[in-house]
Each structure stands twice: as structure tokens, then as C-alpha cells.
């Protein structure tokens, strides 16, 4: 992941580089410890390359996020 911070509308927003038609999904903790993590967003990516995400339902308080790679759905 590249670039995490705050975007222009305030929410929060990483780079990640993909691969072709694999489906990632952003997740978020408030605690590393006991971590129960819960998805903010999905993506597809169908060309590869570098993709957005964004939590566009972001907490005040901190958190901690990752990208998980939920593998090729779609193969031509």
C-alpha cells in the first residue's frame, strides 16, 4: 500500500497495486489487538495496476486498515 491518508473530502483513502480480475476489499480495525475486521469497501480490478480505496465511512477515531486479496473470479 502506497500514499494512506486523507483525501479531499476528509475520508480515507490508500493505493494499492493490483492484479487483472481479481477482486480486494478494504478492511478496518479500531484495535490491532482481538482484531475483528470489518470491509469498507470492494474493488475489482479487471486491467491490473495501480487502484484507489477509499472508507467513505471513516471513523473520527484512529484505525488501522489493510487490502485483502479475495483472488481471480472472473477469468477470460
Known amino acids: 500500500m502506497v500514499r494512506p491518508g ?11 497495486s493490483t492484479r487483472r480480475n481479481t477482486q480486494y476489499v ?10 475483528l475486521w470489518q470491509e469498507v469497501a470492494s474493488l475489482h480490478s479487471t486491467n491490473g495496476g495501480a ?15 489493510r487490502v485483502r486479496d479475495e483472488g481471480q473470479r472472473w477469468k477470460h
Open 51 to 65: 487502484m484507489v480505496f477509499t472508507d467513505h465511512t471513516a471513523p473520527a477515531a484512529r484505525g488501522f486498515y
Open 26 to 35: 478494504l478492511e478496518r480495525t479500531q484495535a490491532l489487538a482481538g482484531a
Open 6 to 16: 486523507l483525501n479531499a473530502e476528509g475520508q480515507f483513502a490508500v493505493t494499492a
